[in-house]
């Protein structure tokens, strides 16, 4: 039955993350632990440590991206106030929106209905999709956030960035766990919005254009009934 079916997708997601996170932690180790050979016969380059620090980091992020995962809250339904919740998703970013030069436009529609949502998973989906506008804009841009409301069906929150782009062909694998298109990426941040906008019975939506930059729609529901009682991994 349905149950039976999602408990076994949910028990091979898990194999998959946890051999995925066993390789992903593997890489740093490796070159932690070089770098610490290299110490050790004496010399001590500057570089080594800033090395180990970067690799130390590095699996910080994904031990607690993973850990988000693997071991999610119990969800806490409320009725919230989107736009509120994105002004401070974006008060988290000012000090590093200013330091990269990246200006944020808001454009919200008056009245927008509240929705049932789980509150800090629904500000991870803009963290991590703020995260990645920022990280695509190396220069500096414009991060442009608008809501629309869709009547008593759904709302509709864009976020549309001037960075880099993805192509066709990275578009169909984004959301993958530990697809990442950078040195320093975990891979996880989409796969983990994607799961807790399913969850929350809404979708999420790319577009692109390479150097000009990308659009990511999300949709959520404004009622309860679209809640599923599944939750990542439970
Ligand atoms: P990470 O940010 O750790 O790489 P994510 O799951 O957040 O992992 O994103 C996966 C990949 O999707 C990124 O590595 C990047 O290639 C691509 N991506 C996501 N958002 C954007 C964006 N706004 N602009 C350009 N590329 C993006
Ligand atoms: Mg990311």
């Known amino acids: 039955n349905e149950e039976l079916i999602q408990k076994v997708e949910k028990l091979s997601l898990a194999g998959q993350l946890a051999s995925g996170v066993a390789h992903e932690i593997r890489n740093p180790l490796t070159s932690i632990k070089g770098f610490v050979q290299l110490l050790q016969k004496g010399g001590g380059n500057p570089f080594y440590v800033d090395t180990i620090l970067s690799e130390i980091h590095r699996l910080e992020d994904i031990v607690t991206e993973f850990l988000m995962l693997a071991k999610p809250q119990p969800r806490q339904i409320e009725e919230v106030n989107i736009v509120l919740l994105l002004q401070q998703v974006i008060t988290l970013f000012s000090s590093q929106t200013n330091l990269k030069n990246v200006e944020i436009v808001e454009k919200y529609v008056i009245d927008l209905p509240r929705i049932y949502c789980d509150e800090n998973q629904?500000?991870?989906?803009?963290?991590?999709?703020?995260?990645?506008?920022?990280?695509?804009?190396?220069?500096?841009?414009?991060?442009?956030?608008?809501?629309?409301?869709?009547?008593?069906?759904?709302?509709?929150?864009r976020v549309v960035d001037q960075g880099c782009g993805i192509t066709t062909e990275r578009l169909k694998h984004l959301g993958e766990p530990f697809y990442s298109t950078k040195e320093k990426g975990t891979g996880l941040g989409l796969m983990i919005s994607q799961t807790i906008i399913h969850?929350?019975?809404?979708?999420?939506?790319?577009?692109?254009a390479i150097n000009i930059g990308t659009t990511v729609d999300v949709i959520l529901p404004i009622t309860k009934?679209?809640?599923?009682?599944?939750s990542t991994l439970a």
């Open 122 to 157: 629904i500000k991870q989906v803009f963290i991590n999709i703020f995260k990645n506008a920022i990280e695509a804009m190396p220069n500096g841009g414009i991060i442009t956030i608008q809501t629309l409301s869709h009547g008593t069906d759904s709302i509709q929150i």
């Open 199 to 208: 969850d929350h019975g809404g979708t999420i939506h790319f577009e692109s």
């Open 225 to 230: 009934s679209h809640l599923t009682n599944a």
